[in-house]
């Protein structure tokens, strides 16, 4: 989103972490909800970096609570529409795609099934099935079909890229100071409620190794004590990191292991060995475009639908932007 808001210097952004409201936003106050995106551990680590960038806020009183309160803005853009504020529903909304989905399972196909159930029950596989948003940037032209295929209206989907996914080659350039590794990149499917036999997994890394250096990157939302314990006691030796840039451990690494990370895209785009939960057939027909410029083209997008809002406005001045950045 930060991305993004720099392509619209004549725009006046206001940033927000990913928010819900009615009762999600009661259990979100007495903390039921810190294995998603909308939990305290998140917000904080999202709010630290508008803060360290300098970045305008509109986050809601009382430290959570409904966003967007200032009010006035032309348009808004969102990486997640498993959740749509009420003060949202009569705004006009980019969806932007930020990464790789959940596997469609049951859950998914009683979400397509019975729309009145709440799509966040299925994770991110329903993402663009709400309907609430005028545009949705998506990865790839892989990823449109899929997203056509779950029901989305194909009018609305734009073929953009995506900023985190659009310039792998860049993390080349590191100084993270070991090479020729294997990289595992968990996931956190314990922590949101999904099958995750770790047991088993850290001992198909420990097989793929083979002998060689096995660095372990932990997803953020991760259990660190649990997760360091469990690869101590059944990898020893194994380096585990629970922060640093995934992406530049990637870019040295020989061999990535994967479970349902976005990070398989990166080790694609590199031309790594990559082994993940996703065959390596889907994550190339999926891989995201590699084209440098997808912040400029939903940038573009937005621009097309805020010049069709007021093609003559009454009073001339710069719009403004509300942009949720989980």
Not at 17 to 31: C, I, N, Q, S, W
Not at 244 to 262: K, P, R
Request: with cysteine.
């Amino acid at each position: 989103m930060h991305q993004i808001a720099r392509q619209l210097p004549d725009c006046e952004p206001a940033f927000t972490p990913y928010y819900v409201d009615g009762l999600l936003e009661l259990a979100r106050r007495a903390r039921l909800l810190e294995f998603t995106v909308a939990g305290e551990k998140l917000r904080r680590r999202c709010l630290a970096y508008l803060e360290r960038h300098r970045l305008p806020l509109d986050v809601g009183g009382g430290g959570g609570g409904m966003a967007g309160k200032a009010g006035g803005y032309d348009l808004v853009l969102s990486c997640s529409d498993l959740v749509v504020p009420r003060n949202l529903w009569r705004r006009r909304v980019v969806l932007v795609q930020e990464g790789i989905l959940d596997p469609a399972g049951l859950p998914f196909r009683l979400c397509r099934r019975f729309p009145v159930l709440p799509r966040w029950l299925a994770g991110t596989s329903t993402t663009g099935l709400s309907g609430r948003f005028e545009r949705f940037c998506v990865a790839s032209e892989g990823y449109r079909d899929l997203f056509v295929g779950n029901g989305v209206d194909p009018a609305r989907i734009v073929v953009t890229g995506i900023p985190n996914f659009d310039d792998c080659r860049r993390y080349a350039d590191n100084d993270f100071p070991y090479q020729g590794f294997v990289l595992v990149c968990s996931s956190d499917a314990r922590e949101t409620w999904k099958r995750d036999d770790r047991r088993a997994f850290i001992a198909r890394c420990r097989k793929v190794a083979a002998g060689r250096l096995l660095i372990w990157k932990l997803h953020p939302n991760e259990n660190i004590a649990r997760a360091t314990r469990e690869i101590e006691t059944l990898a020893p030796g194994t380096l585990v990191y629970a922060t640093g840039s995934a992406e530049e451990m990637i870019a040295n690494c020989d061999v990535l292991l994967t479970q349902y990370s976005s990070t398989a895209f990166v080790g694609m785009a590199l031309g790594k060995e990559v082994h993940s939960y996703f065959s390596a057939d889907e994550l190339s027909r999926l891989l995201p475009l590699q084209n440098r410029a997808a912040a400029q083209n939903i940038a573009a997008v937005c621009r097309e639908l805020l010049a069709v809002e007021t093609a003559t406005p009454v009073l001339a001045r710069p719009r403004d932007l509300t942009l949720c950045a989980s």
